[in-house]
């Protein structure tokens, strides 16, 4: 049966590459997903020219590239869910969304999917689906399983280098939390405090429940050592 998405609730949505292939083969591909997360996050007609990816260093940046605007008289984006948190991983994306309107999720997912999967199959020379199939979703409805999620859909990354971080099988913490500070395909470096994606994700909501970022950068790592994965395993979606 197909989610009935309300507004105002939150969802964790994930998919993944048909037969769990990767569909981000280069930073050029999360750099075009990145685009499309923001992009298409609208009511409005898309226009992929608007915006485009300008290389510039912050000091205390994650990433050389930011959003930046072509055109100053376009109109200002009619969000069409919020995006709390994501997280992209060489054969699956994971978000943290809050609709903002009926429908606002199908219509976000639909266009995202569908013109991801476009520009990697005209950069790629394929034909076919990108995606396994539909989407999964799952209302986050309880505040156990809440409190819990938006660390663990940042800890994902550490599936490429600590591949036992569900297990607790790391030896050097420090070392996994820089990990996860430097990753760029995730919204972890803006919630403690450097500009990565800043515009993709509406942080506002987490950071006030969680803490600041100093705090939300404490309690990841926390969480890290403690986690029950038994406590988020109807949410965790994997």
Same mark, same amino acid.
């Given at each position: 049966m197909r989610e009935k998405?309300?507004?105002?609730?939150?969802?964790?949505?994930?998919?993944?590459?048909?037969?769990?292939?990767k569909?981000?083969l280069?930073?050029?591909?999360?750099?075009?997903?990145?685009?499309d997360l923001?992009?298409?996050?609208?009511?409005?007609?898309?226009n992929?020219?608007?915006y485009y990816?300008?290389?510039?260093?912050?000091k205390d940046?994650?990433?050389p590239?930011?959003?930046?605007?072509?055109? =100053?008289?376009?109109?200002?984006?009619k969000?069409?869910?919020?995006?709390?948190?994501f997280?992209?991983?060489?054969?699956?994306?994971?978000?943290?969304l809050q609709?903002l309107?009926?429908?606002?999720?199908? =219509?976000?997912?639909t266009?995202?999917?569908?013109?991801?999967?476009?520009?990697?199959?005209?950069k790629?020379e394929r034909?076919?689906?990108?995606?396994?199939?539909?989407y999964?979703?799952?209302?986050?409805?309880?505040?156990?399983h809440?409190?819990?999620l938006?660390y663990?859909?940042?800890?994902n990354a550490?599936d490429?280098?600590?591949p036992g971080?569900?297990?607790?099988e790391?030896?050097?913490? =420090?070392?996994?939390?820089?990990?996860?500070e430097n990753y760029?395909?995730?919204?972890?470096?803006?919630y403690?405090?450097? =500009?990565?994606?800043?515009s993709?994700?509406?942080r506002?909501?987490?950071?006030?429940?969680?803490g600041?970022s100093?705090?939300y950068k404490k309690?990841?790592?926390e969480?890290?050592k403690?986690?029950?994965?038994?406590?988020?395993?109807?949410?965790?979606l994997?």
């Amino acid at each position: 049966m197909r989610e009935k998405f309300i507004t105002g609730q939150i969802y964790h949505i994930l998919n993944r590459g048909v037969d769990k292939r990767k569909i981000f083969l280069d930073d050029g591909d999360y750099l075009r997903f990145i685009h499309d997360l923001f992009e298409f996050n609208n009511t409005e007609p898309v226009n992929n020219l608007t915006y485009y990816f300008r290389k510039i260093q912050y000091k205390d940046s994650a990433s050389p590239y930011i959003i930046t605007q072509e055109r =100053k008289e376009r109109v200002k984006r009619k969000l069409l869910v919020e995006i709390l948190a994501f997280c992209l991983l060489p054969n699956h994306y994971h978000l943290l969304l809050q609709p903002l309107l009926d429908g606002g999720v199908v =219509k976000f997912i639909t266009k995202l999917n569908m013109g991801y999967a476009k520009y990697f199959n005209e950069k790629y020379e394929r034909n076919g689906v990108l995606f396994q199939g539909r989407y999964k979703s799952i209302l986050v409805n309880k505040e156990s399983h809440f409190i819990h999620l938006p660390y663990y859909i940042h800890l994902n990354a550490l599936d490429l280098k600590f591949p036992g971080w569900r297990n607790k099988e790391i030896e050097n913490y =420090k070392a996994a939390m820089r990990f996860l500070e430097n990753y760029r395909w995730s919204s972890f470096p803006d919630y403690i405090g450097i =500009k990565n994606f800043p515009s993709i994700t509406q942080r506002e909501f987490l950071l006030k429940l969680f803490g600041e970022s100093e705090q939300y950068k404490k309690d990841t790592l926390e969480w890290l050592k403690e986690m029950d994965l038994e406590e988020i395993k109807a949410v965790a979606l994997e």
